[in-house]
């Protein structure tokens, strides 16, 4: 039996997706956006929604490039704090101990530390209400050589990555559990079935 | 050490979302896409990124409305068959065996069987290449009871929602794992460090 929860953004898990840009004086900011995901794969295109009011978003706007850094599983601290306080405020680099550094194809820093990185630039902008969603042409992906595997491809076990619930829920990150099937995959039996 | 892995959509992990809709004769249809995720808190905004070959992408298109169903672990198979095969050749209702029901409050059928459903109505739609961006805002959320604790609000643990992984990594579905700690909570200490 369901019950309505009404009108809300409930929908899990999310990605952990730590924001970087610069500002007006060139100084490095990052923020913990939990509303954003894949949105194309030609070109590569991902988005992050945020709040006008938000330090990162005057950033974007102004520069029209940002990187996601993914924290992994030993950073998910730090990733809260990023969503903590504010770059208005705050130089949440010294805070932390984290070391931002410039990207290499785009106008924004990444921060080191975190195990997998993507350089975007700004390509679409959409007022939504409450959050202004950023569409980003992802440039280049860097990532952890500890993180993949002998014959190259990107190891998720490795790199470990968090995954958030928010909303209703009680508000958690969690690491990554069973693999309970390989994708284009476990549904193949159904088709034999729907055929035989 | 970084190592580039050039432009490509690698992002971690993403939910498996199950897009409901009708088509012209009113037939139900389901697709499974791995792009898309929450976009704004107010109005309560969703993406889903579909190919234009889709049957969804035409239905979406012409009808304003869709759905998004979400799976529990034991329903990965089934979650993995509606991103297999194409509505314009199957039903794929009849072959899984799961339950098209008409949404309360858009033209679009959810998938019954699945413990949450977001009902939304078309509001914004962007070309971005191989993809089609729609924003969907969500009218209404729908539960299963089993999934609530006591005092109502959504338990994670209960709901048991699955991540993806695609992209450069072996392509799978993943439980959630281990809780790491609490948003908007494991960061504050580092906000006592910076302040002392």
Request: charged share 20%; aromatic share 8%; net charge negative.
């Amino acid at each position: 039996m369901k019950k309505s929860m009404g009108a809300k953004t409930l929908l899990y898990p999310t990605p952990v997706l730590v924001v970087g840009s610069y500002d007006a004086e060139g100084r490095p900011n990052a923020m913990t956006a939990a509303w954003g995901g894949i949105a194309c794969s030609r070109p590569p295109c991902i988005t992050v929604s945020l709040r006008a009011a938000t330090a990162s978003h005057g950033n974007i706007t102004a520069r029209k490039a940002f990187t996601v850094s993914l924290p992994d599983r030993s950073q998910a601290a730090q990733a809260d704090y990023f969503g903590l306080v504010s770059g208005h405020n705050v130089d949440k680099f010294a805070a932390t101990g984290l070391t931002p550094v410039a990207a290499e194809f785009v106008d924004a820093p990444f921060i080191a530390e975190f195990p997998l990185v993507l350089e975007c630039e700004l390509v679409q902008v959409h007022e939504l209400g409450l959050h202004t969603q950023f569409i980003g042409e992802v440039k280049d992906v860097k990532i952890e050589e500890r993180c993949l595997d002998a014959e190259g491809p990107l190891d998720i076990r490795r790199l470990d990555p968090i995954a958030c619930a928010l909303g209703d829920a009680t508000a958690g990150y969690y690491a990554l559990g069973e693999l309970l099937g390989g994708a284009y995959s476990i549904g193949k039996p159904l088709i034999a079935d729907a055929d035989s």
